[in-house]
């Protein structure tokens, strides 16, 4: 059966949806301008409920492009599309580049973490602090062709700027049509989330972990509705129990077993706020000892307490504090339902090692793009060894 349906509107859109059988072409075309868009939808079986879809699907014409979105387990094919703003904010133009047959093939960051967990893979985030940092990383997800998270904390936002940082990851991932996401790491107040979620961020993490758990929850559940206002296609993940502070050298590890999270706090936390991610305490410590910079000690996770909460959740999740872990451990958290593996001192540490050997090197030179080379290949090394770990299937 075929036929053609004109839609004036959204809700008349959605409304359609429900009528579709599964496995049906929903094909769009707009002239504006002398052009034409066409795309095909073809709904999983899988999922449940067609209102789900449509419920997450928004119609955005911008000029002459026609602006697509489908949640999550949607299966999109022939797709010459770009994510979507709200249907209040049509006036806005799109923010990201979603998939694409012609010539340009982007995901999104929920498509990637989606894939990840197929696969029994983990997908890397580190922390930049610079643009040695980013370039770095950039170059050997490039090299290993697997996806990066980037992450900035609320510090390292303010030294270099929301907006311009959100710039620079899009200009390589539109440039080089690569999968690099950039995530606002560890946002203690919906201000700052929001300026993120404008800027054009494609996660957040909201940590209001050191508040009391109700508080922490009713705050984090207020903060997902206004940010997915504002993106609904944004990731926001929550933090519960205690990983400590500071992604530097401590002299001792803080006492964190009474922090950790417990699979019956993480499900009804998750239930009460809706996270699309999950931050456990499961054994992971923010920063490094002074004996793990030097290899003499390793931080040990609680496997079973995460197979536990993924048992419990069933949402994506994350592994913060990751520097300074066993390997072994790394493979088995993944293998146990962590999604995504924070690093950030180990590349402190490679940054500070690569300048002082560069300065070393070159006593006299003044020109930092001569000097700054030993820090991108020491960043790069750790970089390199720790995606290899996290996309190994071993």
């Not at 949607?74 to 133009?93: I, V, W």
């Not at 809706?274 to 923010?286: C, E, F, R, S």
């Not at 300074?324 to 088995?332: L, N, P, Q, S, V």
Request: a positive charge; proline letters at 4%.
């Amino acid at each position: 059966m075929s036929g053609i349906i004109k839609i004036f509107c959204m809700p008349y859109l959605l409304s359609c949806i429900h009528l579709l059988p599964d496995g049906s072409d929903l094909t769009f075309s707009t002239k504006s301008s002398g052009h034409i868009s066409i795309l095909k939808y073809r709904p999983s079986r899988s999922i449940p409920s067609r209102h789900f879809i449509a419920s997450k699907l928004s119609l955005l014409i911008h000029q002459s492009a026609v602006a697509f979105f489908a949640r999550p387990k949607a299966n999109l094919s022939g797709c010459n599309c770009f994510l979507y703003k709200p249907a209040a904010q049509l006036s806005r133009k799109y923010v990201a580049i979603m998939k694409s047959d012609g010539g340009r093939h982007m995901q999104v960051l929920r498509d990637v973490l989606e894939k990840a967990q197929r696969d029994g893979v983990g997908v890397g985030h580190f922390n930049i602090g610079d643009f040695v940092i980013l370039k770095a990383v950039f170059a050997s997800a490039q090299d290993l062709k697997v996806p990066v998270l980037v992450g900035v904390s609320e510090g390292e936002r303010k030294f270099l700027g929301t907006r311009q940082i959100a710039a620079l990851v899009k200009s390589l991932r539109d440039e080089f049509d690569f999968p690099i996401f950039l995530n606002a790491d560890h946002t203690h107040s919906l201000a700052s989330a929001i300026e993120a979620a404008k800027a054009g961020f494609d996660s957040i993490v909201f940590d209001l972990s050191a508040l009391p758990f109700e508080q922490n929850i009713r705050q984090t559940k207020e903060a997902i509705e206004a940010l997915k206002g504002i993106n609904p296609a944004i990731l926001i993940e929550g933090e519960i129990g205690d990983i400590g502070t500071g992604s530097e050298i401590h002299d001792a590890a803080p006492d964190l077993s009474k922090g950790l999270t417990s699979p019956e706090e993480a499900k009804q936390y998750v239930d009460a706020t809706g996270v699309d991610i999950l931050a456990p305490a499961v054994g992971n410590m923010h920063g490094m000892l002074a004996s793990m910079v030097q290899g003499t000690t390793k931080k040990h996770l609680d496997i079973a307490r995460i197979a536990q909460i993924k048992s419990a959740t069933g949402v994506f999740m994350t592994l913060h504090g990751g520097s300074g872990t066993e390997d072994e451990d790394f493979r088995k958290a993944i293998a146990a339902g962590i999604n995504v593996v924070h690093i950030n001192t180990e590349l402190r540490v490679a940054w500070r090692r690569g300048l002082e050997r560069g300065l070393a090197n070159h006593p006299n030179e003044v020109v930092p793009y001569k000097i700054l080379p030993d820090a991108f290949e020491a960043i790069k090394q750790v970089a390199t060894s720790r995606l290899k770990l996290f996309n190994s299937t071993k």
